[in-house]
């Protein structure tokens, strides 16, 4: 066994909004990635358009720094536990971890979620408490919680020995003992040098490279990076993929490190490098690239699995069309089975109709995600209402269930728990968080589907909520579903300010004057259980004692919009999303009011 000296790979793991990125771009900067004089954007390292716009992390990425004569790579990963697979995978390429736990919030639900995930791999955990800032930091308590976090999730003892270091990372300071004077992150550089373990291996044994990432070029096509596990690679090497059973030969075309926020080509990686690789063809996430002469496979890397479906569909709308570049079935089969080589927390099925798909995810957020990027690249398509995935465990029906972490005002307390009640949500701890609450539950995945946006308005918008996956337990019995019916559209055509007014005691409208509709479109919330057939399309007759024009005196109360997630949150088993590039329609199955009253007689 031999190593590496010269090398640390590192992954940065915590909650959602707890500094990872914003910590990544310190470290760069003080390396020195960038030119004196070069502009560099805020959170570098959250290079895709929805990550910019949402604040959040979503795709794992690599980079490295050099600190001394020593390269360190680093792994930035999502917060959120929809993109939980895409840190599963990455783990595999790390030797040690920095969990970073905020000083006010300490650890949540998703800290709990991928530290149990890197204990498991018997990676080195160094500690760092950010953000201590923060007027309301509480660092003291916030390390009890990370030690009492380590006991319950059963570290060894070399892994409850763990470093702490206390960073404001939007400053870029790091120090070990929060009386230190720092200006920079040498306390934090220092000693991941010094604990981080470096990698270990047979560097002269076969070669042996297990694929965690996918990246695509458009000139060189698929791109296999991953971390050699033993030997080196060159450039031309001759390899063997394997996949499970199956073996094929070829060859490595390209070979790329990662220097900064760059791949740069080299002739030959050697042990613990993360490698970026061209060349191999149909390569995907799991298989191991292994020696022409020896070919070995190496464990395949395991992913927890789905918890929550759609349907997709065509869109088969009178507006379908319109908007969208890409509107066949095999347009969107095309892009649904390439999503999966790269996203290997996404499963798809075929249907028993051609234009349909069902899509299985992590959740919400990570399926919204995907539907958002594919109306960005041009697609159109229907979207079915979000299940979750029953299993049969020892003959009994099982459903996922959730851990619910809340805070809220306290005056707010009341609504929220007698919402989740009806949810089937189960209180298990409570801790009061000067003038917070944070509430902790497990509830039925199935309960938290349309819970957010009911939560927000509960709270008036001050509300956080975060859930992350609990496991499988016996079905816990029906969950009412939505309270109110659909206001829905009778007939083509353009909406009117006057048909619209009349309507506005029927509920609350989601369309405004001069819109688009079509018959079987829903255009608006029923303020009672049923749904009812409208025509917002009236128009005011004119005779010789009124004037069109008296309509300007109208006044409208402003319609509701729905974002993305809101909308697949609010429809019901008979109703559809139409999404396009530039529209989000909600929709009944069948459009034809006639046809729908025949569906209902017989349902009953």
């Known amino acids: 066994?031999?190593?590496?000296?010269?090398?640390?790979?590192?992954a940065i793991i915590a909650h959602v909004d707890h500094g990872k990125t914003t910590l990544v771009d310190a470290m760069l900067k003080q390396s020195?990635?960038?030119?004196?004089?070069?502009?560099?954007?805020?959170?570098?390292?959250?290079?895709?358009?929805?990550e910019r716009e949402r604040g959040i992390t979503i795709l794992s990425k690599n980079t490295s720094i050099m600190y001394h004569d020593i390269k360190i790579n680093i792994v930035d990963t999502p917060g959120h536990a929809?993109?939980?697979?895409?840190?599963?995978?990455?783990?595999?390429?790390?030797?040690?971890?920095?969990?970073?736990?905020?000083?006010?919030?300490g650890p949540m639900p998703q800290t709990k979620y991928v530290l149990r995930k890197a204990l498991e791999q018997k990676l080195k955990p160094i500690v760092v408490i950010n953000k201590i800032d923060r007027p309301d930091q509480r660092v003291d308590d916030v390390y009890d919680e990370v030690l009492e976090l380590f006991m319950e999730l059963g570290a060894d003892d070399d892994q409850l020995d763990f470093p702490v270091v206390y960073a404001a990372a939007r400053d870029g300071i790091a120090k070990l003992s929060m009386d230190d004077k720092s200006d920079n992150l040498e306390p934090l550089m220092n000693l991941l040098v010094k604990e981080i373990p470096a990698p270990k291996g047979d560097a002269d044994g076969p070669l042996q490279i297990m694929v965690t990432t996918l990246d695509s070029d458009e000139?060189?096509?698929?791109?296999?990076?991953?971390?050699?596990?033993?030997?080196?690679?060159?450039?031309?090497?001759?390899?063997?993929?394997?996949?499970?059973?199956?073996?094929?030969?070829?060859?490595?075309?390209?070979?790329?490190?990662?220097?900064?926020?760059?791949?740069?080509?080299?002739?030959?990686?050697?042990?613990?490098?993360?490698?970026?690789?061209?060349?191999?063809?149909?390569?995907?996430?799991?298989?191991?690239i292994a020696d022409a002469e020896q070919p070995e496979a190496l464990p395949a890397i395991n992913i927890d699995e789905p918890t929550l479906s759609m349907t997709f569909g065509v869109n088969t709308s009178p507006f379908a069309g319109q908007e969208g570049e890409f509107i066949t079935s095999r347009h969107l089969r095309d892009r649904l089975f390439k999503e999966?080589?790269?996203?290997?927390?996404?499963?798809?099925?075929?249907?028993?109709?051609?234009?349909?798909?069902?899509?299985?995810?992590?959740?919400?957020?990570?399926?919204?995600?995907?539907?958002?990027?594919?109306?960005?690249?041009?697609?159109?398509?229907?979207?079915?209402?979000?299940?979750?995935?029953?299993?049969?465990?020892?003959?009994?029906?099982?459903?996922?269930m959730e851990n619910l972490s809340i805070e809220v005002p306290q005056e707010f307390m009341g609504t929220?728990?007698?919402?989740?009640?009806?949810?089937?949500?189960?209180?298990?701890?409570?801790?009061?968080?000067?003038?917070?609450?944070?509430?902790?539950?497990?509830i039925p995945a199935r309960g938290l589907i349309g819970f957010r946006s009911e939560f927000l308005t509960n709270t008036k918008g001050n509300g956080i909520m975060n859930h992350v996956f609990h496991g499988y337990v016996p079905f816990k019995g029906e969950i009412p579903g939505r309270a109110r019916g659909s206001l829905v559209a009778f007939e083509r055509g353009e909406t009117t300010a006057y048909g619209i007014y009349?309507?506005?005691?029927?509920?609350?409208?989601?369309?405004?004057?001069?819109?688009?509709?079509?018959?079987?479109?829903?255009?608006?919330?029923?303020?009672?259980?049923?749904?009812?057939?409208?025509?917002?399309?009236?128009?005011?007759?004119?005779?010789?004692?009124?004037?069109?024009?008296?309509?300007?005196?109208?006044?409208?109360?402003?319609?509701r919009i729905l974002s993305l997630e809101q909308a697949l949150e609010y429809i019901n088993k008979d109703e559809l999303v139409e999404v396009t590039p530039k529209s989000v329609r909600l929709r009944k199955v069948i459009l034809n009011k006639q046809q729908r009253g025949r569906m209902r007689k017989s349902s009953k």
């Open 1 to 10: 066994m031999s190593t590496n000296e010269k090398l640390r790979n590192i």
């Open 32 to 50: 020195h990635v960038f030119r004196a004089n070069e502009q560099v954007a805020e959170r570098v390292m959250d290079s895709n358009d929805l």
């Open 82 to 105: 929809d993109f939980g697979g895409e840190v599963e995978r990455v783990l595999n390429m790390v030797d040690g971890v920095l969990l970073l736990v905020d000083a006010f919030e």
């Open 219 to 288: 000139y060189v096509g698929r791109v296999a990076i991953g971390r050699i596990i033993r030997g080196h690679a060159r450039e031309g090497q001759n390899v063997v993929i394997i996949d499970g059973d199956s073996q094929r030969k070829s060859k490595i075309g390209q070979l790329f490190v990662y220097q900064g926020l760059k791949r740069v080509l080299v002739k030959e990686a050697p042990l613990g490098e993360i490698v970026a690789i061209t060349g191999l063809g149909d390569v995907s996430i799991g298989h191991t």
């Open 340 to 400: 999966t080589e790269t996203n290997v927390s996404l499963k798809v099925e075929e249907t028993d109709t051609a234009d349909t798909f069902k899509v299985s995810g992590r959740g919400e957020l990570h399926l919204s995600i995907l539907i958002e990027t594919m109306r960005r690249e041009g697609f159109e398509l229907q979207i079915g209402k979000p299940e979750v995935i029953y299993k049969t465990i020892n003959g009994q029906l099982c459903e996922p």
């Open 416 to 442: 929220v728990m007698e919402s989740l009640g009806t949810r089937k949500a189960e209180l298990s701890n409570m801790v009061e968080l000067s003038g917070y609450l944070r509430m902790e539950f497990t």
């Open 502 to 559: 009349t309507l506005q005691d029927r509920g609350t409208m989601f369309v405004s004057p001069n819109e688009q509709v079509y018959e079987g479109m829903i255009v608006g919330e029923n303020s009672r259980e049923v749904d009812i057939d409208i025509n917002p399309c009236k128009k005011k007759n004119v005779s010789n004692m009124r004037s069109s024009s008296s309509d300007e005196a109208i006044r409208l109360t402003p319609p």
